[in-house]
């Protein structure tokens, strides 16, 4: 790690693909780099990190939602995830190109890669972050004098200045801000769902730098004997545009049999609360919240759902909330769009056998 600020620049994102296809997080941050690189410099790049074989393709789709640079690194010996792999070649492509901000997608292989990535660069991470802000000027001497925030005098190469990175804390009763002064590159991941994809821009193109990975067998301990697909993977809540979601107030596992009909119809998928997940009633994949997933749809059907804060913070930010409660009192309806105060074994039958006619 070289200690000369200078050295670094640019922001990276690495875009992770499964089978040949980006992930919607990776498109959320290069949208999420635009937004940070506006208050960097002019010239700073977002510049996304695509790693596997036969995935040169992918690079258009980035340059579409806004990427200026894709580095790609492809080799038959990175086909599949490898924690060994993935972390040799982007730590390398990190060592040689010296980004000055590398965020990753909070999904099971981000959060396995971003701190072995982070160990080897002997920089820190800030795991999970639900908030990213630029540069805050002399974070250090502001914290210890108490002073007012001046962001006027940023000044990027000081190394008291860093990305202000904010994440919950404590189970979601604080939201920590937590900054990376010292080292470079600053790293995040960050959870799927929280950020602004771009509007896509058709034909949009970019630079494309192809990375020579030095990679051997030898480097790469796991052996991937076979991929099996698992029912988890098969839920989708954060490319959902419709989501219906299921809770307490569902009174039996039965009750999301309804739901599945109900997201059939309107072309959705099958949320819950924790409630519902910890009761045993639906698997843990479909648990929307704090500690389940973060979802933005176009449209969030809440039903039988009180509206705690856990569950909120995983879906408050939905483009239209509708819940379904019996209770009028119920802390959804603050949230709620639109509110149906009713016995959700009434109202839903009779939304789905009018969805038709809408
Ligand atoms: P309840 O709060 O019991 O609400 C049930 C609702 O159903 C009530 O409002 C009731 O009026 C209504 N109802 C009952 N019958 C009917 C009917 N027939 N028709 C219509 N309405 C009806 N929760 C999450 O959801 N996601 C998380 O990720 C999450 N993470 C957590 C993390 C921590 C550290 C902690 C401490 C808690 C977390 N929780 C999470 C739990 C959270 O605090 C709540 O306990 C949970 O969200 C409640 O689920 P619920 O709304 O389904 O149940």
Redesign the pocket.
Known sequence: MSTNFADYKNIWVYAEQRDGKLMNVALELIGEGHKLSRDISADTKVCALIVGDGIGHLAQECFEYGADQVYLIEDPLLKNFTTDGYTKVISDAINEYKPEIVMYGATHIGRDLAPRVAARMDTGLTADCTHLDVKVANYIKFANENTTLNTSSLDPDDPDTGLKMTRPAF???LMATIICPRTRPQMSTVRPGVMQKMERMEGATGEIINVKPAISEGDIRTKIVDIVKSAKELVSLTDADIICS??????DPSGFELIKEFADKVGGVVG???????AGWIDHSH???????TVKPKIYF??????????L??MQTSDIIVA????PD???FEVADYGIV??????IPEIIAEWDNA
Do not use: E, F, M, W
Request: with cysteine.
């Open positions: 189970g979601g009763n299921g809770g307490r107030g569902l009174g819950s609360s924790r409630a519902a997940v910890d648990q929307v919240g704090q500690t389940g997933t809440a039903c039988g759902i009180s509206g705690a804060i856990q569950h913070a995983g379904i409660n019996k209770d119920a802390p959804i009713g016995d959700l074994y009434k109202v």
